[in-house]
């Protein structure tokens, strides 16, 4: 089996690091040029909340692969 039998703890730490980098990075660095019906900065609490539940999920991931 690809990855053995951690392949659901390396997909929660890809998909959590994911969710969180990006949402930390739509913060920092919102898009230059907007397309119809595009936001000029990313909602906060939204960005905030999901930062924070990437987060979780990546160290859960980490804990599970140590473990």
Not at 3 to 11: A, V, Y
Not at 34 to 44: F, T
Not at 52 to 60: D, I, M, N, Q, S
């Amino acid at each position: 089996m690809f990855l053995g039998e951690d392949l659901l703890s390396w997909l929660l730490l890809a998909l959590g690091a994911a969710m969180a980098v990006g949402n930390g990075m739509a913060l920092v660095r919102p898009p230059r040029q907007l397309e119809d019906g595009d936001l000029a900065r990313p909602p906060l609490w939204r960005s905030l909340l999901y930062i924070l539940l990437g987060t979780v999920a990546a160290l859960w991931a980490v804990a599970s692969l140590m473990g």
